[in-house]
Nanobody
Framework: QVQLVESGGGLVQPGGSLRLSCAAS????????MGWFRQAPGKEREFVAA????????YYADSIKGRFTISRDNAKNTVYLQMNSLKPEDTAVYYC??????????????WGQGTQVTVSS
């Protein structure tokens, strides 16, 4: 069973940056697509970004386009989410996720435990 472990969350001021990491304990077809979701208090979990291991195609939610970048390091089985120009509304628990494929209304089968990101002055 592949496990996903997130790191890199924390407290940052508005306009600041953070980089989240998600390390997969192995590479199988179950991690062909990896990505990030987030859930703010009182809100539903929402898609943020995703990336395919093969080819590197990326997908982003409109709310974070131009500010967040997803990338991968094949050698480390790790996916990153670089978050710039952070806003208070980006405050949420960020979850790493993985699935064999990416589809519209993507809802992966594998999930990490989540990492808290708080944007506040």
């Amino acid at each position: 069973q592949v496990q996903l472990v997130e790191s890199g969350g924390g407290l940052v001021q508005p306009g600041g940056s953070l980089r989240l990491s998600c390390a997969a304990s192995g590479r199988t077809f179950s991690t062909n697509v990896m990505g990030w979701f987030r859930q703010a208090p009182g809100k539903e979990r929402e898609f943020v970004a995703a990336i395919r291991w093969t080819g590197g195609s990326t997908y982003y939610a409109d709310s974070i386009k131009g500010r967040f970048t997803i990338s991968r390091d094949n050698a480390k089985n790790t996916v990153y989410l670089q978050m710039n120009s952070l806003k208070p509304e980006d405050t949420a628990v960020y979850y790493c996720a993985a699935d064999p494929q990416y589809t519209i209304n993507w809802y992966p089968r594998l999930w990490g435990q989540g990492t808290q990101v708080t944007v506040s002055s």
